[in-house]
């Protein structure tokens, strides 16, 4: 973490990784997120899952669901009803860097599918995971447009270490956010409530307490702005005034007021940046969902050819 907090804050252009979000308190941040009224992603891909996750669970029959930055696993259940509806037996392997949410998340599903085996895997999926070995077919899922949260060759990357691990039964399902009126998405991540704001300067709470760095959150400007050009909502936190920052081990950083460090980018796709995404990840589309609204899209991929 300290490495690359020292990468991304002396370098000219000041930014952090987003994963270091999440920990417990950014995990409860993202969740109350998603119950917001402006953030639109999880409700629209809820509705694409109440409508698709039976008729994709009878396609690609899996025994085993691998879900990537599974959180608190909410929408997967539609997904889990499917697999495990007149009690059947299914393993979940669910992969999250947040490891005390993670945990809670097994805990309450065990408890409400007693025929699941839940196979938690706390990992960082920027590198290769290593998996618990598990029944087949597997359905690989990266659910929540999370994949938008990662630079095009990385995200290309991670399917590509995903395709390798898969055989010819297997599925990859990808929930990915789509291009739409900027104002729709500029308004999901500035909601007047602040709770968007509380998750971005999260961050730096993180950073002062794994690296006993002596930030002042209170003194960072939440900023959200999309991007027409580069396709992606990006999140600044943005010196309110003038200040000087200590990370021990990395060094002391001064900001003038206005200095902003990127902590995140959320790209928005269409569906042939998709099909590309995972052609470039060895995938091949299969099939193409989205809610009436066309706000968000869950596109099904096999190992191509
Ligand atoms: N899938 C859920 C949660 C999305 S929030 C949903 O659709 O609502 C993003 C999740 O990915 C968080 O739980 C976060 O902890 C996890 N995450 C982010 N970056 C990660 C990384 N590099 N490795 C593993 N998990 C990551
Ligand atoms: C997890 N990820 C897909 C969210 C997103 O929309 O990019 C994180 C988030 N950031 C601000 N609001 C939500």
Do not use: C
Request: proline fraction near 5%; charged fraction near 25%; glycine fraction near 6%.
């Amino acid at each position: 973490m300290r490495e690359d907090v020292r990468r991304g804050l002396l370098a000219p252009e000041r930014s952090l990784p987003s994963k270091y979000f999440y920990d417990a308190r950014g995990s409860k941040l993202f969740d109350a997120i998603t119950h917001l009224p402006e953030y639109y992603p999880t409700r629209a891909e809820r509705l694409i899952l109440e409508r698709g996750a039976p008729a994709i669970v009878r396609e690609v029959t899996p025994s085993t669901l691998v879900e990537l930055g599974a959180g608190s696993a909410d929408k997967t259940r539609l997904l889990l009803d499917a697999m495990t509806s007149g009690r059947r037996q299914a393993t979940y392997v669910p992969v999250d860097v947040s490891a005390q949410h993670l945990h809670r998340t097994a805990a309450v599903l065990r408890t409400d599918y007693p025929t699941l085996d839940v196979r938690p895997v706390v990992a960082d999926i920027s590198a290769a995971v290593a998996l618990p070995v598990h029944p087949l077919p597997t359905l690989h899922a990266f659910l929540g447009s999370t994949i938008g949260n990662f630079a095009d060759d990385d995200a290309a990357a991670l399917l590509g270490r995903a395709a390798e691990r898969m055989t010819g039964g297997d599925a990859f399902l990808l929930g990915a956010d789509l291009r739409k009126d900027p104002a729709i998405i500029e308004r999901a991540y500035n909601d007047p409530r602040g709770v968007t704001a509380e998750f971005n300067r999260n961050v730096l709470h993180v950073l002062n307490r794994a690296l006993g760095a002596d930030f002042e959150p209170a003194r960072f400007r939440h900023r959200a702005v999309y991007s027409v050009v580069r396709h992606r909502l990006e999140m600044y936190l943005d010196a309110m005034d003038e200040q000087t920052v200590l990370i021990p081990g990395v060094g002391t950083l001064h900001f003038r007021r206005g200095d902003s460090i990127l902590t995140e980018v959320s790209h928005k796709y269409d569906r042939d940046a998709i099909a590309e995404l995972l052609a470039r990840g060895g995938l091949t589309l299969v099939r193409w969902d989205t809610d009436d609204a066309g706000l968000f899209s869950l596109a099904l991929a096999r190992l191509a050819a």
